[in-house]
């Protein structure tokens, strides 16, 4: 019988060329494809819910795939992480993928389609010593930020407008660039740490990052806070922030069953 599975999965995004298959790069889809072909014994196509860029991270991206296989679906995931960590021979490596999560969705469920809502942070080391270690992981920035000034422009995000002026150009064109942003939450850690988290019913290409670059200089006293009305009202790219890097970003969550959220 056939199964329609659904891999929830998480990723350091440092050294793929994004989440999609290319030719010749080594991206996520195409090294779990890889692994679960040689497990499976079949050639093995999934679908995710989100095209992450190269460096971006995740703790919760999704991704289907159909087919009748002779593996329980339980077994599935532990043989595949297996397989990633280069089998038996070397239990102490750990890889740069890992599926935490398999199960059996209806046959009609797309994985991108049905998604209801996303939740994506972006994490900012703002101090003023360089930390090399996380430099594949932060976008570190040595000037104070004003995170209430950051918060106030934030704020302008939620609800439902057109983000045509927060969108990159070279990703998949979209019907549509109206998008609702249900929550922005900006606080800072005890070790200089400022997360941004966005929970949102969808995103353009580069959104979140033109999204934080902006309100970074809001926080540098570069721009207004309540410049962000007027940018969202151009539709012009040009008027928005620049794009922060990618390797501040985590996807976290997908969400197929999402909780009413009043703006």
Do not use: C
């Amino acid at each position: 019988m056939e199964r329609n599975i659904l891999l929830k999965i998480e990723y350091d995004g440092t050294d793929f060329s994004g989440w999609q298959r290319q030719p010749g790069r080594r991206t996520v889809q195409g090294t779990l494809e890889e692994a679960l072909s040689k497990v499976l014994g079949q050639d093995i196509k999934i679908e995710g819910t989100s095209r992450t860029d190269a460096g971006v991270h995740a703790l919760g991206q999704r991704a289907i795939f159909k087919g009748e296989f002779p593996i329980p679906t339980e077994n599935i995931q532990k043989a595949v992480n297996n397989m990633l960590a280069g089998g038996m021979n070397n239990k102490n490596k750990l890889p740069d993928i890992n599926i935490a999560g398999v199960m059996v969705e209806a046959p009609d469920f797309h994985p991108r389609f049905d998604a209801k809502g996303k939740h994506y942070r972006y994490i900012i080391e703002n101090s003023k010593t360089p930390n090399i270690f996380r430099r594949n992981y932060r976008y570190q920035i040595n000037q104070w930020l004003d995170t209430d000034a950051m918060r106030e422009a934030a704020n302008q995000f939620l609800g439902e407008h057109d983000f045509a002026a927060f969108q990159s150009a070279g990703g998949t064109p979209r019907e549509s660039t109206v998008r609702r942003i249900y929550s922005v939450d900006i606080y800072r850690r005890e070790n200089d740490e400022i997360i941004v988290d966005i929970i949102g019913n969808g995103f353009l290409y580069n959104m979140i990052r033109i999204m934080v670059g902006t309100l970074v200089e809001v926080g540098l006293g570069k721009r207004e806070p309540m410049e962000v009305d007027r940018i969202l009202k151009s539709l012009d790219r040009s008027r928005a922030g620049h794009t922060a890097p990618p390797q501040g970003l985590y996807l976290m969550d997908v969400y197929y069953e999402f909780p009413e959220m009043e703006i």
